[in-house]
């Protein structure tokens, strides 16, 4: 969907505070809008979606348990070379050669 507003303009928004047990998602990034809409439809008790602006954004609420932040160690350069050559090996076999 062409919104006319540039990626820089397309933010994801993620707001709580420590009163509430309801956290407000705003986002326009697609993957994030199907996985939200795919969970508000399963789990409807836990997350439903509150507004679509027809813009592209899309607003959700989800119980602040349900919803979680991961954080990462980067990778060491070793790793990181060791990924890239399994992900070429990986990709020859897929590709038949």
Do not use: H, W
């Not at 439809?41 to 349900?66: A, H, M, V, W």
């Amino acid at each position: 969907m062409k919104t006319g507003l540039s990626k820089k303009q397309k933010a994801t928004n993620i707001y709580f505070n420590e009163d509430s047990s309801i956290i407000e998602v705003c986002t326009y990034n697609t993957n994030l809008k199907n996985r939200l809409t795919k969970y508000a439809g399963q789990y409807s008790g836990e997350c439903r979606l509150i507004d679509d602006d027809e813009n592209g954004c899309l607003t959700f609420e989800i119980n602040k348990g349900r919803f979680g932040f991961k954080l990462t160690a980067p990778y060491s350069q070793e790793r990181r070379k060791a990924a890239g050559q399994l992900a070429k090996k990986e990709n020859l076999k897929r590709n038949g050669s």
